[in-house]
């Protein structure tokens, strides 16, 4: 995982009050890596930042504002339809959709793996 870091993430940089939290003592029961972002230094996690006021803006536009979490949800999965299959985003080639471009990538494989094989 790549997280800033919030209390909610990690409490071993939290000027010596010590121990981990529940986050990462999970984490490190399901051997997951955990790094986190330089302090003072945003840009590391700016994409996911920028991702998230993106979602917000657009569910504060929904004239149907959610009564539950499972509305939530429904309205959570059309925008992220949305974004990945519809929207063209600036910042990839002739203003693609992060689908297109991730399908058009070609994907790594295995070393010694020639393409085809399974």
Same mark, same amino acid.
């Given at each position: 995982t790549l997280t800033d870091n919030g209390m909610v993430f990690t409490t071993r940089l939290a000027g010596g009050r010590g121990g981990r939290n529940a986050f990462e003592h999970? *984490? /490190?029961r399901l051997h997951v890596t955990q790094k986190n972002s330089t302090p003072n230094h945003p840009t590391t996690c700016g994409k996911v930042e920028s991702f998230q006021?993106?979602?917000k803006k657009w *569910? /504060?536009?929904?004239?149907d504002q959610p009564a539950t979490t499972t509305d939530?949800?429904?309205?959570i999965d059309r925008f992220a339809?949305?974004?990945n299959h519809h929207r063209p985003h600036r910042s990839l080639p002739?203003?693609?959709t992060p689908a297109t471009a991730y399908t058009t990538r070609p994907k790594a494989q295995?070393?010694?793996s020639r393409?085809?094989?399974?």
């Open positions: 999970e *984490l /490190r006021q993106t979602m *569910l /504060r536009a929904q004239p939530l949800q429904t309205l339809d949305a974004y002739h203003r693609a295995p070393a010694g393409d085809g094989d399974t």
